[in-house]
Nanobody, 118 residues
Framework: QVQLVESGGGLVQPGGSLRLSCAASGSIFSINTMGWYRQAPGKERELVATINSSGRTNYADSVKGRFTLSRDNAKNTVDLRMNSLKAEDTAVYYC????????????WGQGTQVTVSS
């Protein structure tokens, strides 16, 4: 089993910045890809960004150029730096992880709220 614990989030004004962190523990040796998803009220959960064990990243078009995902394999953490935040970035953000060869994310954090509002 893998446990994911998120930190960060909160309330920020439009144009501001936030950093989300996710720490993995447990059977982390099996994890290949980690990432962040988000879910806004009344909407489906959507991918924000992912990073594999080699550091290759993938971003949703809506966050490209504004969000940066990084990974520290020694600390088993991933950080999502969010800049130029917009009201439409408001959502609950979830850290996720999956093993190599798996198509679906198997492990999820509890979620952290990000609210962008003036």
């Amino acid at each position: 089993q893998v446990q994911l614990v998120e930190s960060g989030g909160g309330l920020v004004q439009p144009g501001g910045s936030l950093r989300l962190s996710c720490a993995a523990s447990g059977s982390i040796f099996s994890i290949n890809t980690m990432g962040w998803y988000r879910q806004a009220p009344g909407k489906e959960r959507e991918l924000v960004a992912t990073i594999n064990s080699s550091g290759r990243t993938n971003y949703a078009d809506s966050v490209k150029g504004r969000f940066t995902l990084s990974r520290d394999n020694a600390k088993n953490t991933v950080d999502l730096r969010m800049n130029s935040l917009k009201a439409e970035d408001t959502a609950v953000y979830y850290c996720a992880a999956k093993r190599a060869g798996e198509s679906k994310y198997e492990y999820w954090g509890q979620g952290t709220q990000v609210t962008v509002s003036s």
